[in-house]
């Protein structure tokens, strides 16, 4: 165990933050055109991504044909560090870049990655992801959006839920029932939709915080006809894509959530000193005891992640992986309630102030996102409890 | 930031976990229980393998490495609930005389002895429930042959097993960090009584002072020299990452039994463990473990590099630990069923220790009021809020 990782880790990292003093989007910039959905690309944020790739920095653990420097793990979590320090968003189409784009580089054919996975390598196209359905939320395997195929076109019709930016998305990564004869994980699809077809009809869902900037939506589709070549893959082969889609979101999205964590959390101490002088003595001690709690949670979200990352370096698997999510996800939902409850006016955390920043029972709410989607921590704790800890399922 | 174990530390690990399984199963612990255990054999066992060396430096006589290894061991002494004299000496004494002592021979001839498993030793600091070096009320007063020391110690840890007794004591009229000093008594001219406890692995002893002079040159510290708080602030950190890191040992047999048992015991024609309310209460278990073993490496790894961080580190993972030990305890307990509420059934020397641990060198509660400190969410004393 160490500290630190060796110099020539050190040395990758001057590299990057050299090249990021000298090529990051400016702080104007980005307060200018805010990415207000998680496929909207401000102009920005498309030429960021664009230099990235240019530089080899988009995604350093690829080949630099695609964006890439071969970087080790290592690396990659250095330069994962260091973009969060600096604020900087990698991407602001986190499902494009982290699921959709290397999906298709798995899976797809050469007119796929060129029409599709590059440009979002580029910044030049934005993807969203179609996996739930009002009928299968958690219970992905269950989805009933039904794709016929018709000759050299599929005819799709169903519904899509709880779409992250499907508003703003170029075209959707869509999971549709192929087979509906086969057992329910063995009857999946792929296709690759243009969100500019007919037949395709796109719901904002207002969320209960910045009902102005909606980025979950419900996605209609009525005999919407998407050609053969659109099938990413093999016929029914999509349960393996669904698993490995994940598998590319699960791969270092600890991270993110535990430099949020952190972030959050040096943000909640340094306002605390002001808010907790405004309290009774009694009062104070038990909310510096929530605060303490949280830093210790977030002390620790980052030395069980490390931990974890450190196996996987080392080739061995790493259960403390499965709980990165559960963990940052709830942790997170404590720390932004007791920061919520830690000042003197208690009628400040119910105001609502979705104009400009948000308030601490706003981020409360935020928080949900992270402990619903990509696996509830219910199912987290069943996936934990079955997966990790073997026992038997119910 | 690498937390993984190394090559050299996981076989460190594994040999210690081999070597405990083998002189000290669940029937030995049974019988320090039931006050027949052969303690000074698995002690004996111990020294031969060089384990009170690992972190004394190689001038002294140590095998020169770094609190790490120290901490793997702790980890797997409350694996096993192993009794003897390693927590006391190894992570309580030893520290001490070289956070205390720095080069001085009579610090470093003692150092060698521990190292060369010649000398066991213990260090004789709480009052009144505390370790907190300020809140020492014992006095040592000049006398002509040396400090007149008086006062009651509490919660000394392995006395009975201890040729040496580190005592801290301050200047008569002092108060907080001033006046502190550190003196050196062999433990057979101290009388010591010693406490009922729930678990007898980890004996605990009171000791009157009752004005026992020590002579100069027994002296580690002299009342008032400088950076005594600190020192013993710096050593404090060893012992109380070390029980952090056997509570979470112990934390960690509890799961695994508990998972085992939920896993054989059938109910309604099926495994306890199929059920969900049982699946979600054993993933947090785990995760309380894994959260608490995370923050003990990390803590002692500040130590071994001696990060600006260790201070908190230290707190933390022996709060993350109290409170991991608080759920294993309580869901480790309760989903044993009335097997685990039997004398005969050895889960509870597991939980014992894990209280145990929770409770020396403050508990989960203490070090998070600490850590409130340390960080200026609550001044340190409240008499001015009063």
Redesign the interface.
Known sequence: MKLTFGPEVEAFRQEFLAWLAENRPTAEEMAEAPAVSSAHVPGWASRWTRRMFDAGWLVPGWPPERGGRNAGPIETLVYLEELTKAGIPRTTNPQGLGIVAPSILDYGSDEQIRDYAMPILHGEKAACLGMSEPGAGSDLAGLSTRAVLDGDRFVINGQKVWTSGANYADFCFLFCRTDPEAPKHKGISVVLLDMSTPGVTVRPLAEIVKPEHPDLNEVFLTDVIVPKENLVGQMNNGWAMANGSLAHERGMVWLNSVMQLEKNTDLVLGKAPEALAQLAPAERAIVADGLVQSIIDATAARTLGYRGFAKLVRGGSAPEQALMKVFTSEAARRLTLRAAEMGRDTTGDIGANAASDPTWIELYFTTYGATISAGSSEIQRNIIAEKVLGLPRS | ??????EA?SELRDNVRAVLANVCPPAVVRAVYEGKGDVPSIWAKMVELYWPALAIAEEHGGLGQTF?EVALVAEELGRVVAPGPFLATVTQFAPALRELGGDQPLATGLLSQVAAGELTGTVALAERGTWEPAEVQATAEEHPEGWALHGTKNAVLDIGEADEVLVVARRPATTGTHGLGAFLVAGSTLTATSRTVIDPTLPLADVVLDGVVVPTDRVLAAPGSPGIAAALDRAGQEATVALAATTAGACRVIFEQT?EY??VREQYG??I????A???R???M??AV???T??C??A???I??D?PRRGQ?AA?AK??AGECQALLVQDGLQLHGGIGLTWENDLHFLLKRALSGNALYGNAVHH??R??QM????SES?EE??
Do not use: C, N, W
Request: hydrophobic share 50%.
């Open positions: 930031m690498d937390l993984e174990l190394s530390e790490v998972l939920a896993k099926r495994p463990g199929s059920f969900q049982l699946k979600h054993l993933a947090d785990y995760l894994e959260r608490a995370s923050l490496y990390f002692a790894l500040t071994a590099e990060d580190a933390m709060a993350a998070r009021s850590l409130a960080l200026g969410l609550i409240t809020d009063a």
